[in-house]
């Protein structure tokens, strides 16, 4: 295989391998990306398995008003770049993500029940933030606190052990 | 293998667009084109849109598409535009391997010597694939203390279910400890740490299990990516049916141990005969693994409705 045409013709797949797991390998271990996603081959290797990762976010209005959501409840709602938000969120959450993520919310109809705002339909596009119903009355939030929570293993006490990676708080309206 | 020089001389012909190849490797190309096509129908990647399954339904009925250029550009178009339109961190690594592999033999195949640079592009794909994996094995804190295969054990559907058979985890253990780990994301209550119940059996093999994988995966990936003498080359292909064989029963994700399949046979030097028995066992031992729960669920229906 002298000719560089053909050289670059074989190698350029394998070259591509390298640096997207390469990159991977990088985004694992410096920031929340889990082993097992992005290319790197880490899968079987960590306890921290993508769709084990725990998605929690609470709405406020200010320090008193707040309504934990139910983000399991969201899930099967999204569809499209959605649906990606919410993936690529959970499986490396930043902040950006976690505002995107939001902002999903925020197209969502929540309406409380048993201690949590529950994702029930759509609601278009909105101006008002996150909106929950309770009975007749609509409460719109503009703060949102989302955290990621990921599985670690006490080998010792053979316990699994939640660990909060990633909180962050987005606020989708005016000055923080 | 006769020399190449000597396979050169009887280039298979064909209908323009397709590609030159010896006969000694028509059939090798055939079968790990059949492989790639039945591994991709049998789990279809979530990158697979409608114009990819028709074209791999085409690349099996036709006799003659896999040796067309046209055809693996297209295959690639395909799959590219599919893997930009699924959020990328929801593919799994056999997702990016099915796409790469796609990719290098559309490329290979516009080579002089395709079959010669299909086998070394597939001996890279698969050697880094585990380099990439052992890499992670070591840095991921839980592997090598045997801890993960412990976690695994009681989380994993997958690998609790062939424990369960084995009667080493209580048949709900798994899905108990799932359940638990899943309340976590309930927001109604504050996330809490799960007791799992290690079972003496799964705790004292957990390191060996550990240190097992290191050895089988580093050694598929030396001998792929080490410049081996034709007299050592035989071990790459032990090393990867090796791992397949020890691997897949208990982690079936069978749609990564058919790709595998279908790449090292790409690259093998074999003898014919052996070659051609070697991976057809493994390719229909593994889909015969997939199948297993159906053939069970099967078989007792037909035996519940004998009794």
């Known amino acids: 295989m002298r000719n560089r045409r053909d050289v670059v013709l074989t190698l350029l797949v394998p070259v591509v391998l390298v640096l997207v797991g390469g990159n991977q390998v990088r985004a694992a271990l410096t920031t929340e990306l889990t082993p097992w996603k992005g290319g790197g081959f880490g899968m079987f290797a960590s306890p921290d398995v993508h769709d084990q990762r725990a998605v929690r976010a609470v709405a406020s209005a200010g320090t008193a008003d707040e309504v934990p959501l139910d983000v399991r409840s969201a899930e099967p709602l999204l569809r499209g770049a959605e649906l990606a938000a919410f993936v690529n969120f959970r499986a490396a959450p930043t902040e950006r993500g976690a505002r995107r993520l939001v902002e999903v919310f925020e197209g969502l109809d929540w309406s409380f029940d048993d201690g949590a705002g529950r994702a029930v339909g759509r609601r278009g596009p909105s101006e008002t933030g996150v909106t929950v119903r309770t009975g007749d009355r609509s409460i719109s939030y503009e703060l949102v606190e989302v955290a990621v929570w990921k599985m670690t293993y006490d080998r010792d006490r053979s316990e699994i052990v939640p660990e909060n990676n990633f909180r962050t708080e987005v606020r989708l309206r005016g000055d923080p | ?307």
Not at chain 2, 36 to 43: H, I, M, N, P, S
Not at chain 2, 135 to 164: I, N, Y
Not at chain 2, 248 to 274: D, H
Request: with cysteine.
């Open chain 2, 1 to 307: 293998v006769s020399s190449p020089a000597v396979e050169h001389e009887r280039l298979a012909v064909g209908p323009r667009g397709h590609i030159q190849i010896p006969d000694a490797w028509q059939d090798v190309l055939r079968l790990t084109a059949t492989f790639t096509f039945v591994a991709f129908l049998l789990r279809l990647p979530p990158t697979a849109g409608m114009p990819t399954l028709l074209l791999i339904i085409l690349g099996l009925v036709h006799p003659t598409a896999y040796r067309s250029r046209a055809f693996w550009a297209a295959l690639m178009g395909t799959l590219v535009v599919g893997t930009l339109r699924v959020p990328w961190l929801s593919l799994d690594n056999h997702n990016f391997l099915q796409l790469y592999w796609v990719a290098a033999i559309a490329l290979c195949v516009w080579t002089r010597a395709p079959e010669r640079a299909l086998a070394v592009a597939a001996r890279l794909l698969v050697g880094l694939a585990f380099l990439f994996a052992v890499l992670w094995k070591f840095l991921a804190p839980d592997f090598l203390t045997g801890g993960f295969f412990e976690v695994t054990a009681l989380t994993d559907v997958r690998l609790g279910s062939v424990l369960e058979m084995a009667g080493l985890v209580e048949p709900t253990a798994v899905a108990d400890s799932l359940a638990d780990v899943r309340a976590w994301a309930d927001p109604t209550v504050t996330p809490d740490t799960v007791a799992i119940a290690v079972p003496a059996a799964v705790r004292s093999v957990a390191p060996w299990l550990a240190w097992g994988t290191v050895l089988i995966e580093s050694t598929v990936a030396v001998t792929f990516l080490a410049p081996l003498a034709s007299r050592w080359r035989w071990t790459r292909d032990v090393a990867l049916l090796g791992f397949v064989v020890l691997t897949y029963p208990l982690a079936p994700v069978l749609a990564f141990g058919q790709l595998l399949i279908a790449m090292s046979l790409a690259q093998s030097e074999l003898e014919p005969r052996l070659r051609f028995w070697a991976y057809a066992s493994a390719f229909l031992g593994l889909t015969a693994l997939g199948a297993r729960d159906s053939i069970f669920r099967l078989l007792g229906e037909i035996l519940a409705r004998l009794v």
